[in-house]
């Protein structure tokens, strides 16, 4: 079975523009959650999908967003980038119908300059 | 409120055992975890366990938990170079779908 993919891998912005970024979990798996993780402030919850819903938000602000389609892939948005936005972003699925076990995917890590 | 701690460095020879540490705060802990990291890679998830275990083991990997301390530990036996890496300790908590909250992680190195 394959895991959970995301793309791009790499990525380079600029301060001000906006991102989209991938993620499609492992066949079977109805949960999608996002993190950010960097080297100051470690692995932080974005938000979670599950079924096209938004079920559960971390503590980002508004320029963080994502979304889930009917076949379970997310995308998650940043606008109006900031150099602190520079980061690995994982995603991780699940089943999902509770507090199972998260797959991760191998992340994006974004440069912004 | 949540949170996880860890050691951040452990450095062992190979062939040792290999004990990495880890405490939370949050009593509703349903499931916890611990995930490896290489560099430039995702979380690999080594093993879990489950909130009212106390032990589980997995081939070189034996988790031990003490509920009343809220103390996780995870023992890698005869250590290999090919662990060295990030070993991360998490914890999900009931009703918080999705919601791992980690450690900052603890840097693993293996000396030959």
């Known amino acids: 079975k394959a895991g959970v993919t995301q793309t791009p891998r790499y990525l380079i912005k600029t301060r001000g523009q906006q991102v989209t970024l991938s993620c499609s979990p492992i066949?079977?798996?109805?949960?999608v959650s996002w993190y950010q993780q960097t080297p100051g402030q470690g692995l932080q919850f974005l938000f979670e999908?599950?079924?096209?819903?938004?079920?559960n938000k971390g503590n980002f602000p508004g320029r963080f967003s994502g979304r889930q389609f009917s076949n379970s892939r997310s995308e998650m948005n940043v606008s109006t980038l900031e150099l602190g936005d520079s980061a690995l972003y994982l995603c991780?699925?699940?089943?999902?119908?509770?507090?199972?076990?998260?797959?991760f995917g191998p992340g994006t890590r974004l440069l912004v300059l | 409120g949540e949170d996880v701690e860890q050691s951040l460095f452990l450095s062992v020879r190979e062939g040792d055992s290999s004990v990495i540490n880890c405490t939370y705060t949050?009593?509703?802990?349903?499931?916890l975890y611990w995930y490896k990291q290489e560099p430039g890679a995702g979380l690999q998830l080594l093993t879990y366990?489950?909130?009212?275990?106390d032990m589980k083991q997995d081939q070189r990997l034996t988790v031990l938990l003490n509920k009343k301390d809220k103390h996780l530990s995870l023992r890698i036996a005869d250590t290999q170079t090919g662990d060295s890496a990030i070993y991360f300790c998490?914890?999900?908590?009931?009703?918080?779908?999705?919601?791992?909250?980690f450690g900052k992680g603890t840097k693993l190195s293996v000396k030959p």
């Open positions: 991780a699925s699940s089943f999902g119908a509770h507090e199972e076990t998260q797959y």
């Open positions: 066949s079977g798996h109805r949960s």
């Open positions: 999908y599950f079924s096209e819903t938004q079920r």
């Open positions: 949050d009593s509703s802990s349903t499931y």
């Open positions: 366990i489950f909130s009212n275990m």
């Open positions: 998490a914890e999900s908590i009931r009703g918080s779908q999705g919601n791992l909250i």
